[in-house]
Every structure is written in C-alpha cells, then in structure tokens.
C-alpha cells in the first residue's frame, strides 16, 4: 500500500517553499508486505562545533536574553518564508510578543501556545563592533534548536538545521554590517513525523470550529520546542583551530598518564596540505603548574606524557573525583607567529569492558544512579544554570554517580559540570520509540549519533554511547537497522561501549548481539501487574539472568520505579503513595543484591530523577510522577530510601564514608538495652 499521511504533506509543503527546485525524498513511506532493504550510506561529516572560549585570539558575545516572537498559523506554516518575513523585521509582519532565550516557548504565555503545532519565528537585532571587521572571522552559533531551525542574518539564509538538542554553526563574516546594527531570525518548526529523530505523527481532526491539527507521538515527555539553549557569536583568526580530538591513556599502575591530541584547522591563508603549521601543546594541573607539554608533528598530532598524574575518578571511588587538566593548545605559521589559542578540560582515564564487567582505570564499576529529563516549570528544556547546579548537589547528596542523558543530548554545560564533578554519563541520541524502519529514518539516526560523539568525545564522563531508548527491535528490520546503527557508532568511536535501553522482552529482541552491554527497562509491580509489590524480586531477577544468558554480556537495568504523588500517604502502601514508591524501590534492591553475586550485573538506574512534563493523558496527572525528587527537585520519601542504598553500595564497592547526616538519630541503644 502506498500512502501520504497529513504529517508528510506537512514537512512537504515546508521543503518545498523553502528549498525551490530541490527534490524532496524519502517522505513518503512504502509499507510492503515483505522486509525493505536498508542500505547503508554515509552520513555528513559533522567539523568544528568547538564550545565557545575566549582567548587571547577569541572572542565570544552572547545573545542570550529577550527575542522577539511570533507564532504561524497552523494552517498556514510556510506563510512567513513565502511573505519573506526574514526580509525584515518580525514587527513589520505580524505583531510579536517577547520571548526569552534560552527556554521552550510553550509554557511562557497564558493562551494556547503550549499547544501549537509547526513554525514559530524569533529575531533580535545587535550590533558587531568595528573591531571584528579586522582580520577577524565572526561565527554564530546555536546550543540547540528544537526540532528543525532555518537561520537569516540581514535577510540571507545562513544555516538549515535537522535534529533538536544538538549544536550547529555558520560562518557569517561576510554578512555583518560591522559597526552597525544587524538582525538574526529563526524560524523554528516542532512537527515530528515518521522520518524525524524522534518520530510522531500529525493528523488532521474536527473540532468545535471545523478542523485542527494535532502533534501526538508515543515517547512518555511533552514536546518543547524553541531555542533552547544559548546562541554564541564568536570570532575566530583568519587560520584557526577547528577540531580538537582527545584520547587519554595510563599506565597499569596509574603513575604515568597519556594524553593524545588531533588537531584540526580552518584557514584562508593556509590549506591543510601546508605542514609549515604546528601546534604547541601545554597541559596544566588544577593549581595551573605546567605538567607537561610538547609540539605536534607534521599532521598536527602528537602526545603529552604525565608523570605522577591524577586520574579521572568518578564520584566516591577517589578522594578527588572528577580531576581535570587543562590543555592549551597554540596553533603556529611556520615563522612562528602565533596564530590561535584554545583551551579545553581533559581528564585523564581509560575504560574497558567484558562480557562480564566494565571498569575504569583498571577497576570495576558498579552503575547506580538516573534516568533523567531536562524538564523545569515555566523553561522547558530551556537551559537554566541554577537548575543544573541544584540538580548536581542532589545528584551528590543522593550518591549517585552516574546517570543517562534520556532520551536526548543533555547541554554542552552539563557534559562540563560532570566532567568537574566526576559524574559518569551514558550519553544517549535523540531515538526514542523508534519503529517503522525505513532508510531516511535509518540516516537521521546515523547522523544524530555522528554530531552526538563528534560534540561530545572528549568529555571524561561520557562513558558509554546509549544509541536508543525501546525502540520496537522485534519488529521487521529490526535486527539489519541496529547493526548499521551500531557499527557507525563503533566507526566513529573504538574508545566506549555501546548500549540501548530495550523494553522489548529478550525473546523477541533483535538489536542486543549488536551492543557491548544490555540495558533493559521493566515496570514490575507498575505497568504490569499493577500494585503487586509480591511480583518484583523475582521477575527483575529471571530477566536479567535471562537476558545475561541470551546474550552473554554485562546487564544494567536501566528503568524501573513508580509514579507517586508526593503528600500521599497509605499504609498498607498502595498505588501512587510514597510508601508504595518506597516498597517498589526496595523490592529491586532485594533483586539487585542477588544479581551482583553473579558477576555480570553491573548497574541500576532509577527512573527517574525528578518529576517531568507529559502530554495530557488521563494516566498523567500533570505529567511523570515518577521522580524521586519533584519537579521543584524537593525529596520524597523515597529519596531518603534511595541515599541509603547508594551510599552503602559506595562503602561496600569503593571504601566511601558514609556521609554524617545519613542516618537520623533514634536512641541510645546501650541505655535501651539496660533497661
């Protein structure tokens, strides 16, 4: 059968007003009774994309704040690129509003745009100072755009980008009016189809006034869109450094450490045949004392060793978790001009695995932590620096030392602040509930895990590269779609495992013989049979044995919990109590502790750290409850249960202290026992 559904017809009409003689394909889906062959084709090759740093050669601006707003009919969604908005003010278009950057746009006002479904438009104006007129290169840069975002600075297309929660850049040196003001606009589209990352679907449908258009997908968290985190200008010489790639090795005693470095530069004046260029390496302590340095070979590669180095710790396996170094790179002409100057954080650590464990440094790691969500009242998932700091102290407070970044990349900021903090990440793309596998799904998927690791390579807390989160594998080409994904992963890096958190029972599983290690999600005593805190222990034990034996590789659960409303209290415990909540949690605990004397079973993550936002559902109330903390990131009972397991896995597995609040003063037992 062969069919347009209305969500195609929707990205259609957008393609072909903005892209005017430009073939659109692979938008319609071919539904065949027999399996589609997929077919494995290259995915553009992300460069650059370096975070902004000032430095004696750069300089960075941001244009965070209040942008100018407005919101396309819904029936008309292309109407702004046809009327040329971007031609000139959004004011002289259609009346605006003020909107915040960075945050979603959808809980901001008190009408109906929480709702909307397709384009909105933004635009600022700023001014570039002369100054950047003058052997300068001028950038501007996008922390995410949430889904799709098409760029214009003056009126001239600058930039088209697919896939939300990931950063893209353009060079705009040639369109500023330096000196004067200037103007950005953004156009933003929300609509998710069965050919997007992650996928939806839009349907027409009647309501009181005639009919609508309705978004709706399958992923359990609402769909904010906007400019979600920051928009950077930054300049850049005329020849810069463009790409840093690092790689860090140690000794088998941990004495002496390795740090490896590529790098990668851009420039008008040279090309990258030219090996007159070098670069000069220096790496510094936390205290800033020069530890090591070096120059690059020809290619621009080269190594620094580190005697006596202070490896990268996760947090409560070492006194000092989460040290870093800070590398300065120096890219130099021949004649020894000093060209550009970037520095970045390296930590310095290796990783390994079996089909029995994974280890860091050279020792075992046990995972306990989160599934997470960027989710806060009012921003969305609007980057919000006091949140992500409360967040890391309750990350610390609670003793988790990991957590996955579901079901999307987290900020840049974040990745750096569990770099500092040693935290360890399991850093997942954009694919949730994938299904219906067709070959332009196949390469939006590919391309988001290639601009995921080149974002997020260097950072020492990415420790496993999460490539999906339940997807359906038992359906039809499922099996051929994983590998394709998997082998891209392990194309672009050697250095970490690979997993995906599957919800498909292990019998009808086709994508775990492509991972390094098996993450399972189960909702016993939840989702199935509801309320039976007698049907836990052993079911969360015979699959994970299940799927250890299916597959022979490390197993992590990486989902379970309940959903509770804080305040409500039941005894006995019942459903969305916090003693239900409580009694869930101890039940996996009872399993876990069976299931690490086996060897294999290297992890549990709760799900999920805090309450977060949904579609309406009658099953919601006012979205995921599942949090161990609330959206206001205040602890439920269950908090409190869930500090005293980390912590005592931490004294057991890694020598860690207890902290001196953990436990709460009862009674002199020695009085009691004597009386």
Same mark, same amino acid.
């Given at each position: *059968? ?13 393609q072909m007003t903005l892209w005017l003689f430009s ?26 994309? /370096? ?135 953004? *156009? ?131 006194? !000092? ?61 609007? /980057? ?30 974040? *990745? ?11 850093? !997942? ?24 690791i080149h974002r997020d390579r260097n950072h020492p ?8 989160? !339940? ?61 039976r805190l007698d049907m836990v222990t052993k079911k ?16 992590? *659960? ?118």
């Amino acid at each position: *059968m062969l069919g347009i559904t209305p969500s195609l017809l929707w990205k259609i009409s957008i393609q072909m007003t903005l892209w005017l003689f430009s073939f659109v394909s692979g938008l319609v889906l071919l539904h065949f009774s027999i399996a589609l062959i997929l077919i494995n084709k290259e995915v553009p090759q992300s460069r650059g994309m /370096l975070y902004p740093r000032e430095s004696e050669t750069r300089e960075v601006r941001s244009l965070d704040g209040i942008w100018n707003f407005v919101r396309s009919d819904q029936t008309n969604p292309t109407q702004g690129v046809r009327e040329e908005w971007y031609g000139k003010d959004l004011s002289k278009s259609r009346p605006t509003i003020p909107m915040p950057v960075p945050a979603s746009y959808n809980d901001i006002t008190t009408d109906n745009l929480r709702d909307h479904v397709g384009t909105v438009w933004y635009d600022r104006k700023f001014f570039a100072p002369r100054s950047w007129a003058m052997d300068q290169r001028v950038w501007l840069r996008f922390g995410s755009v949430h889904y799709e975002a098409y760029v214009w600075v003056n009126g001239q297309k600058v930039v088209k980008h697919e896939i939300g929660h990931l950063p893209f850049e353009a060079e705009v040196t040639h369109l500023l009016n330096y000196g004067a003001e200037n103007r950005i606009t953004v *156009m933003c589209d929300n609509a998710l189809i069965q050919t997007t990352v992650p996928q939806g679907r839009i349907t027409e449908l009647p309501n009181d006034d005639g009919m609508t258009i309705v978004q709706s997908y399958t992923f359990d968290f609402f769909n904010y869109a906007g400019i979600h985190r920051s928009v950077h200008l930054y300049t850049t010489p005329k020849t810069f450094i463009e790409e840093v790639v690092i790689t860090t090795n140690l000794s088998k005693d941990n004495v002496g450490g390795e740090v490896i470095y590529s790098v990668k530069f851009n420039g008008s004046a040279v090309n990258e045949a030219d090996n007159s260029l070098y670069v000069r390496a220096q790496l510094y302590d936390r205290e800033g004392k020069l530890v090591a340095n070096g120059t690059s070979d020809e290619e621009l590669c080269g190594s620094l060793q580190v005697d006596n180095v202070n490896p990268w710790w996760p947090y409560l396996m070492h006194p !000092e978790p989460g040290y870093l170094y800070q590398l300065e790179v120096k890219l130099h002409a021949s004649n020894d001009e000093l060209l550009d100057v970037y520095r970045l954080k390296v930590g310095v650590r290796t990783l390994s695995w079996s089909n029995a464990t994974f280890q860091i440094n050279g020792r075992p790691v046990y995972f306990r932590g989160f599934g997470r969500h960027e989710d806060a009242d009012v921003r969305g998932k609007g /980057l919000d620096n006091a949140l992500m700091v409360r967040d890391f102290n309750l990350l610390k407070w609670i003793g988790a030392n990991a957590y996955r970044t579901s079901h999307y990349p987290y900020s840049e900021e974040s *990745m750096q602040f569990a770099d500092e903090h040693g935290i360890m990440i399991v850093d !997942e793309c954009p694919s949730v509930d994938a299904e219906n596998y067709n070959q332009e799904l196949l390469g939006k998927h590919k391309s988001s895990l290639e601009q995921l690791i080149h974002r997020d390579r260097n950072h020492p807390s990415v420790v496993m590269w999460s490539i999906a989160n !339940e997807p359906r594998t038992r359906e039809m080409n499922a099996d051929s779609y994983f590998q394709l994904v998997a082998n891209l992963t392990r194309s672009l890096d050697k250095t970490r495992p690979i997993t995906a958190a599957i919800a498909t029972p292990w019998t009808d599983d086709k994508a775990g013989r492509f991972l390094d290690i098996i993450s399972f999600n189960r909702y016993n005593a939840w989702y199935s049979n509801t309320g039976r805190l007698d049907m836990v222990t052993k079911k969360v034990v015979e699959e994970a044995v299940a799927w250890n034996k299916h597959y022979n590789k490390p197993v992590i *659960m990486a989902e379970y919990g309940a959903d509770t409303l804080e305040g409500l209290h039941l005894q006995p415990a019942y459903v969305w109590s916090e003693e239900f909540q409580t009694e869930v949690f101890a039940r996996h605990f009872k399993a876990f502790d069976i299931l690490r004397k086996k060897g294999w079973f290297i992890g549990e993550f709760v799900w999920n750290f805090a309450d977060f936002k949904t579609a309406q559902s009658y099953t919601r109330v006012g979205g995921n409850k599942k949090g161990v903390f609330t959206r206001a990131r205040q602890p439920k009972a269950s908090a409190h249960l869930l500090r005293k397991r980390y912590f005592a896995l931490a004294r057991e597995l890694d020598d860690s202290s207890f902290p001196e609040d953990l436990f709460t003063y009862i009674a002199d037992m020695g009085k009691v026992e004597n009386t």
